[in-house]
C-alpha cells in the first residue's frame, strides 16, 4: 500500500515529534477506524510511545486509488478509552 501525506500532515507531525513511519504503523495495526461524516474522511485511532509517554493519536485520512494520503493527526487522551 501506497502512502502520501498532505504538508498539513507533515507541519503537524513535525510539531508532535511523530515519525510519519509511526503513523503507517498506526494504521496498518489499528483496528478502530471510523468515518468522519461532517468532515467527510476516514479516521483511525492508535496509540504510541513518543518521548516515554504513551501518546493516543487520531490520524484522518482519504482513499486514494490503493492507497491512503494522511492529512491530519490529533492527540487526544480521552479518544481510545471511549471508543
Do not use: C
Not at 515529534?17 to 468522519?36: H, N, Q, T, V
Not at 493516543?56 to 494520503?69: Q, R
Request: proline share 2%; no cysteine.
Amino acid at each position: 500500500m501506497k502512502f502520501e501525506y498532505r504538508p498539513h500532515f507533515k507541519f503537524r507531525a513535525k510539531q508532535r515529534s511523530l515519525d510519519p513511519g509511526l503513523a503507517e504503523k498506526i494504521f496498518e495495526k489499528s483496528s478502530k477506524r471510523y468515518w468522519d461524516t461532517l468532515r467527510e474522511h476516514y479516521i483511525v485511532l492508535g496509540s504510541i510511545k513518543i518521548k516515554n509517554r504513551r501518546k493516543n493519536l487520531m490520524l484522518a485520512y482519504d482513499k486514494i486509488g490503493d492507497g491512503v494520503e494522511f492529512i491530519f493527526a490529533a492527540e487526544n487522551h480521552s479518544l481510545l478509552d471511549h471508543g
